[in-house]
């Protein structure tokens, strides 16, 4: 049985504004190497929250090797409070691969954890699913016993549920007992952009061009990480391709997309400036 992956956060619920205090203090001069009295004064953060509030933030993608990553300065520059639903969606993306990020995806999303499951396995195959079904098949699946699984994964459900976090995503959404899928508010275009063009390093790096049906059916590629059916998909590829970020062609099958973004942190940038 796959473990589940979801210990990291200890007791403490994601909160985008610990986070980007947490974020500040990691560009400050000795980022998160610093004593954990200077880290608790400069965050704010209890002893036993500096550390868990810090496996959000890498686990979101914005801290790496105890500074902000490449997107983290980004963000910082861009988004300081985490006021755009583009860092939800940033972080949201980064959090679907569990502590894997963009290494090369595995045969079955089970293998990376409970997260990785929930988005690529658990919600496209139940676009309406109660918290007791999701325990029911998760502990089927996870070697943890139930009491423990239905403690963990109620942190991945108050992370897209609660606006401290990231429910501006609306990639599930609550409605009394039911969590629903398939209403996502979706980003603009330039972050559509930049998932793809990591997506597309992780799985065709060097490619010129690659087979449209290979993006759209790609397991744990674009389709599932937005909440979109596999052909609701060719929409967005078509709006990619309307800002100059791809080009399809589709005069005669197979059908195929060819890559015309530059460095994807730009990206990144102007889905802010968007």
């Known amino acids: 049985m796959a473990k589940l992956q979801l210990h990291f956060n200890g007791s403490f619920a994601l909160k985008k504004d610990e986070v980007s205090r947490l974020l500040h203090a990691a560009a400050q001069e000795k980022g998160l190497d610093d004593s954990l009295p200077n880290l608790m004064e400069k965050t704010s953060l209890?002893?036993?929250?500096?550390?868990?509030?810090?496996?959000?933030?890498?686990?979101?993608?914005?801290?790496?090797?105890?500074?902000?990553?490449?997107?983290?300065?980004?963000?910082?520059?861009?988004?300081?409070?985490?006021?755009?639903?583009?860092?939800?969606?940033?972080?949201?993306?980064?959090l679907s691969f569990g502590d894997r990020g963009l290494l090369v995806a595995p045969e079955n999303p089970t293998d990376w954890g409970a997260w990785t499951y929930f988005v690529y396995t658990f919600v496209p195959n139940y676009p309406k699913f109660t918290k007791e079904e999701l325990l029911y098949h998760s502990a089927s699946i996870f070697e943890e016993e139930s009491k423990v699984i239905a403690d963990r994964i109620k942190f991945i459900l108050r992370a897209y549920t609660e606006f401290s976090a990231l429910a501006a995503c609306k990639f599930i959404t609550q409605e009394k007992n039911e969590y629903v899928s398939g209403?996502?508010?979706?980003?603009?275009?330039?972050?559509?952009?930049?998932?793809?063009?990591?997506?597309?390093?992780?799985?065709?790096?060097?490619?010129?061009?690659?087979?449209?049906?290979?993006?759209?059916?790609?397991?744990?590629?674009?389709?599932?990480?937005?909440?979109?059916?596999?052909?609701?998909?060719?929409?967005?590829?078509?709006t990619l391709e309307a800002y100059g970020i791809i080009e399809q062609r589709r005069a005669v099958p197979p059908f195929q997309v060819i890559p015309r973004w530059g460095e994807p942190l730009a990206l990144l940038e102007k889905a802010y400036e968007g």
């Open 46 to 94: 209890g002893n036993a929250k500096v550390g868990r509030v810090k496996s959000w933030a890498v686990r979101a993608g914005l801290v790496k090797n105890n500074r902000p990553s490449p997107e983290g300065e980004i963000v910082l520059r861009l988004d300081p409070n985490f006021e755009s639903s583009i860092t939800d969606w940033l972080m949201h993306f980064y």
């Open 183 to 238: 209403y996502a508010r979706l980003p603009n275009a330039y972050l559509l952009g930049y998932f793809l063009a990591k997506l597309w390093e992780r799985d065709f790096k060097g490619e010129g061009s690659v087979l449209t049906q290979s993006i759209v059916n790609d397991k744990m590629g674009l389709a599932a990480v937005l909440g979109v059916k596999a052909e609701a998909l060719q929409e967005q590829l078509n």
